[in-house]
């Protein structure tokens, strides 16, 4: 990797073998959140979420991100940010037949070039942190060149429990047209500051991962579409339980409902405070 110097920032590594200029960055500066670079994601499914909140985020005046655990009563929420939105998530509006509600105008959608965050991890097990790439359409075409793919470029949902991190691909929506390949599991060890950089090299031949200025692998064809759409990038934290994805509290109810539970029991023991804390959000291209 090489260093790309960014004045009173923390420099990024980038690919050595390539050229970048920088194309989108947030450092998080000033005293609160930018919501000309950010929305909040508060709807899954085209239902309101019971533990997406916009509370517990906030810039704390160092230029870091900070999106806290918060709990109130016997619950737990936190934050999810996102540069777009899902479709799916819009909900419906109308009384006629078209299914979403009104376009949420995107802050910042991008195809290809290296996409980097710096970061420090939650402390606890119970919630996750996450960094990706979304498609508004993902799945809405039979060929995910033309409608997206999901690239989580890190996920540390089993960091306290495996000490494990993964990153990878799935493509083909979340029905039964989904592929989901295989992420890859890498060993999480931790740096000497506590700081973590995590990014991909997207472009049209694949995906490659890195971790802390080391490469983890590349996906690309025939087992990895790659997407040629512009995406939107997310920030996101989830409290486990309340998605039946992340916990045993939830059951579905034959319609999708995936928010029927409560905070996982490994949650209830989080030590506060505890917060997921973001240096910088950067994008650069290739020249």
């Known amino acids: 990797m090489k260093e790309f110097k960014i004045e009173n920032h923390a420099p990024s590594y980038l690919p050595k073998e390539k050229n970048w200029t920088l194309a989108?960055?947030?450092?998080f500066d000033g005293n609160s959140l930018d919501e000309s670079k950010w929305n909040f994601r508060e709807y899954f499914w085209g239902?309101?979420?019971?533990?997406?909140?916009?509370?517990g985020v906030s810039v704390d005046g160092n230029s870091n991100l900070v999106i806290a655990l918060v709990k109130k009563g016997e619950d737990f929420y936190s934050g999810h940010l996102q540069t777009g939105s899902l479709t799916y998530d819009i909900p419906k509006d109308t009384t006629g037949v078209w299914p979403f509600g009104k376009f949420e105008k995107a802050k910042f959608m991008h195809k290809f070039g290296y996409y980097e965050i710096r970061c420090r991890l939650p402390k606890n097990p119970g919630w996750h942190a996450a960094f990706w790439l979304q498609a508004p359409g993902v799945g809405s075409h039979p060929d995910a060149k033309y409608c997206g793919v999901e690239t989580d470029i890190m996920e540390?949902?089993?960091?306290?429990?495996?000490?494990?991190m993964l990153c990878g691909n799935g493509f083909g929506?979340?029905?039964?047209?989904?592929v989901w390949p295989g992420h890859f599991r890498f060993p999480f060890v931790e740096t000497p500051d506590g700081w973590h950089y995590y990014g991909v090299d997207w472009n049209k031949d694949g995906y490659t991962f890195y971790a802390d200025g080391k490469k983890i692998g590349w996906q690309g064809p025939p087992q990895v579409a790659v997407s040629h759409v512009e995406q939107?990038?997310?920030?996101?934290?989830?409290?486990?339980?309340?998605?039946?994805?992340?916990?045993d509290n939830c059951g579905d109810d034959g319609h999708g409902d995936m928010w029927r539970g409560k905070p996982a029991d490994e949650l209830k023991k989080a030590v506060l405070p505890d917060a997921f804390v973001v240096d910088h959000v950067r994008v650069f291209d290739e020249i």
């Open 24 to 27: 989108w960055q947030d450092e």
């Open 47 to 55: 239902k309101k979420s019971p533990t997406f909140s916009r509370e």
């Open 156 to 164: 540390n949902y089993r960091q306290h429990t495996e000490g494990l």
């Open 173 to 178: 929506g979340y029905g039964k047209d989904a």
């Open 232 to 247: 939107f990038i997310l920030v996101s934290t989830e409290c486990h339980g309340y998605n039946r994805n992340f916990g």
